[in-house]
């Protein structure tokens, strides 16, 4: 994916937010057809890109208030991947609400469905962004920011940019 396609993705998922802001984080999520699995990209505005995969795991061990779902909430691992520095981190027991138009929530984490894609536009959002093998497979995606608070942001994003033209 090139930088347009990427400043493509922030100024669209930025129309749909109700804020005039866009996110630090433009999150776009592939989801299976079952929802067992997705695979994503997560953009920061100034270009830099992680990967994203999760895959549906059995709830915590550690109560949760389930009266307060409507429907029954998900759980996924995920890996968020550094490409730029060849590391991944693991998320675990990530609670997925709300259905396709999902929310993801866990220590560390808040993503919230801007805009929810199926069918064509779904497909040709993944094939902007993901590989051709999840094409035709009846997928959806989603897109919003995903913000990222405490130690879990300190690990992501404190970094020294290596592609910054500053000399600071």
Do not use: W
């Amino acid at each position: 994916m090139n930088s347009t396609q990427s400043t493509s993705a922030m100024d669209e998922a930025s129309t749909t937010q109700q804020q005039t802001s866009q996110p630090d984080n433009l999150a776009i999520l592939c989801f299976s057809s079952d929802g067992n699995t997705f695979q994503g990209r997560l953009i920061q505005q100034h270009g830099r890109q992680y990967g994203l995969m999760g895959k549906k795991t059995t709830p915590p061990k550690t109560p949760y208030h389930q009266c307060c779902f409507e429907e029954e909430p998900l759980f996924y691992t995920i890996t968020i991947i550094d490409y730029s520095r060849n590391t991944e981190h693991i998320l675990k027991h990530v609670m997925k609400t709300n259905g396709d138009n999902c929310s993801l929530t866990c220590e560390g984490v808040e993503f919230h469905t801007d805009q929810l894609y199926v069918g064509c536009k779904a497909e040709n959002m993944i094939k902007s962004y993901f590989s051709d093998k999840l094409q035709n497979r009846d997928c959806f995606v989603c897109t919003g920011g995903m913000e990222f608070q405490g130690e879990l942001k300190r690990k992501l994003f404190n970094e020294q940019d290596d592609d910054s033209d500053s000399d600071f």
